[in-house]
């Protein structure tokens, strides 16, 4: 038998990822493939799979530790090779290395050798005395008026904190030398930021990246029985980044009604005739993405210094996927190379993916454009949130059947209601007008996909 240490595998970008559940106990038999520990990133739940099957020894990880692409998290003992497993049978362990004494040991005098540890490094010598004295420090550190004490630097020194903590601190537009570490050897934690800018709202001051004060809290109590409850993580995430969006994205929401009456005929005769259950997702699917080739800054980014988009030649098209935990985004790629039956399947299996907490991060990467569709609970118009840093966000309700004048007579038709969010930084009121006239025909006469 030999042991192998199991490892985080590659998980994108991500960093200090959460461990939220042990999935074994030390000296379980497990296959191949099955799940040892389960992560959880920013936007999506993932299991550790085991490499080969064994017995698992020697876990160390728990829940609540954090892990990296490369953390060992348990060694599992597998058939190794026959001089592998004569020797684990042997008993027998190398012999200690007497070449070198250990600390203490008697010297050739004697006298015991003093732990002196590494050698240090050897120190330039001091500055003549005649030297220039520094500059006295400025009296105060107050910062500037109007200029939100978080943000001031302190120093130079660098604070030490891992990357997830500095992302955080972006995010909360706090300086991380402001803040006071409570992690061995004061290194700085996500809570000390958090603690940090709570502090800072409470004595009254504002908030860094917008500049609006934060709500006053209440005591609900004082009017009636409540219950806490803790909000979901991918909720929490969903929170901070449409905060983030609304915040820093100019909205403008463009609505229209798409006459789908014989789309829908077609969906369900195409329904029956292949088997596979369409609904009308992967249809406005393909008909963005004939509409983005027409109008293709909706198919852009803003460049971060804004004076430049980046106009992407390829379409990634994204969708909003309900869960027990809160909205997720998968992205389905190349739209442009697929037909609406491949796009319904690989819609289905996402969407399965996402309700089971099985998305992995990079299927929902890369998204162009955004549909999120309420056409399976209800309701009209709405004005959805730009999924930044795209520049537009399609929301699509349920269709209702109305009477339509033909020029002769009231039809009953079956209209869609279709609400285009955008980035008016990047795209102006006639160009969405533009678009959403020309997606509204495309979903109205599915010939015009084809062209």
């Known amino acids: 038998m030999s042991r192998t240490d199991v490892k985080v595998p590659a998980i994108g970008d991500y960093k200090d990822v959460p461990v939220i559940e042990v999935l074994v106990k030390d000296g379980d038999r497990v296959e191949k493939d099955a799940a040892l520990i389960t992560l959880e990133s920013e936007k999506a739940t993932m299991e550790v799979p085991a490499p080969e099957a064994g017995v698992v020894r020697g876990i160390r990880v728990k829940t609540g530790d954090r892990v990296s692409e490369g953390t060992v998290i348990l060694a599992l003992e597998t058939a190794g090779a026959e001089g592998a497993a004569r020797a684990e049978g042997s008993g027998k362990r190398p012999a200690p290395d007497t070449s070198a004494p250990a600390a203490g040991a008697p010297g050739p005098g004697g006298q015991p050798k003093p732990d002196i540890g590494p050698k240090e490094e050897q120190r330039p010598p001091p500055a003549p005395t005649h030297a220039r004295p520094a500059d006295p420090a400025p009296a105060s550190s107050a910062p500037e008026p109007g200029v939100p004490p978080w943000t001031v630097q302190a120093g130079k020194d660098i604070p030490h904190a891992s990357p997830m903590v500095r992302r955080v601190a972006r995010e909360f537009g706090v300086e991380l030398t402001q803040v006071k570490g409570s992690g061995p050897k004061g290194r700085i934690i996500e809570d000390d930021v958090k603690g940090f800018v709570k502090q800072s709202l ?7 990246g917008s500049g609006i ?3 006053p809290p209440q005591d609900f109590s004082l009017y009636g029985p409540v219950e806490s409850k803790p909000l979901a993580r991918i909720r929490k995430i969903s929170a901070q980044h ?3 969006a609304w915040l820093n994205v100019p909205h403008v929401t463009q609505h229209d009604e798409a006459d789908i ?4 005929a077609f969906r369900k005769a195409q329904s029956e005739e292949t088997g596979t259950k369409l609904t009308l997702l992967p249809f406005i699917l393909k008909a963005v993405s004939v509409a983005l080739k027409q109008f293709p800054e909706f198919n852009s980014s803003l460049a971060p210094d804004g004076e430049s988009l980046v106009m992407k030649q390829y379409c990634h098209l994204g969708f909003a996927a309900d869960t027990p935990n809160g909205l997720v985004v998968p992205v389905v790629r190349d739209v442009w190379g697929k037909g609406i039956v491949q796009l319904a399947n690989e819609c289905g299996e996402l969407a399965k993916k996402a309700r089971d907490g099985k998305l992995k991060a990079d299927e929902m990467k890369g998204g162009c ?27 699509v309700s349920r269709a209702q059947m109305k009477p339509v004048w033909d020029g002769k007579t009231f039809a009953p038709r079956l209209l869609c209601p279709l609400s285009l969010s955008y980035d008016h930084r990047v795209i102006d009121g006639a160009y969405a007008a533009r678009f959403i006239v020309v997606l509204g025909k495309l979903l109205a006469d599915l010939r015009r996909v084809a062209l």
């Open 202 to 208: 409470g004595s009254g001051r504002r908030d860094a």
């Open 213 to 215: 004060p934060s709500i």
């Open 242 to 244: 449409l905060h983030r």
């Open 261 to 264: 009456t014989e789309l829908e």
């Open 369 to 395: 454009f955004s549909v999120s569709s309420l056409g399976g609970i209800g309701g009209g118009f709405f004005t959805p949130i730009v999924n930044a840093p795209e520049v537009a966000i399609l929301g």
